[in-house]
């Protein structure tokens, strides 16, 4: 059987499911600098599969990337929820799709 390397951050049950189908995972644990490299890295794939094929579930897997990433920076999920509602009552969303032409002086 070929061997396919990947290199790769993962979920974590992902070698449970690889197992399943009856080959056999090689993995390690990364350490805290490498796994925010990693992190990093995994985000701008997920955006990127997201921006091939505007798929939702693609979104969700940007989401879960954002929330490892929070608490790899202390952050949980939550405090980050409460800065992201803190920005649309300062700021605004993007529900009236506004572009902004130029601002003149």
């Known amino acids: 059987m070929p061997t396919e390397r990947h290199d790769k951050l993962v979920r974590d049950r992902i070698p449970e499911i690889v197992s399943a189908s009856g080959a056999r995972p090689e993995t390690r644990?990364?350490?805290?600098?490498?796994?925010?490299?990693?992190?990093?890295?995994?985000?701008?794939?997920?955006?990127?599969?997201?921006?091939?094929?505007?798929?939702?579930?693609?979104?969700?897997?940007?989401?879960e990337v954002v929330r490892a990433l929070a608490v790899d920076l202390s952050t949980e999920p939550d405090e980050l929820e409460r800065m992201r509602k803190k920005k649309v009552t300062e700021r605004g969303s993007y529900a009236e799709r506004i572009v902004l032409l130029a601002v003149h002086s």
């Open 29 to 63: 644990v990364a350490d805290p600098v490498e796994f925010r490299a990693l992190l990093r890295a995994k985000l701008v794939e997920e955006v990127y599969e997201f921006l091939e094929d505007e798929n939702p579930a693609e979104l969700a897997d940007i989401l």
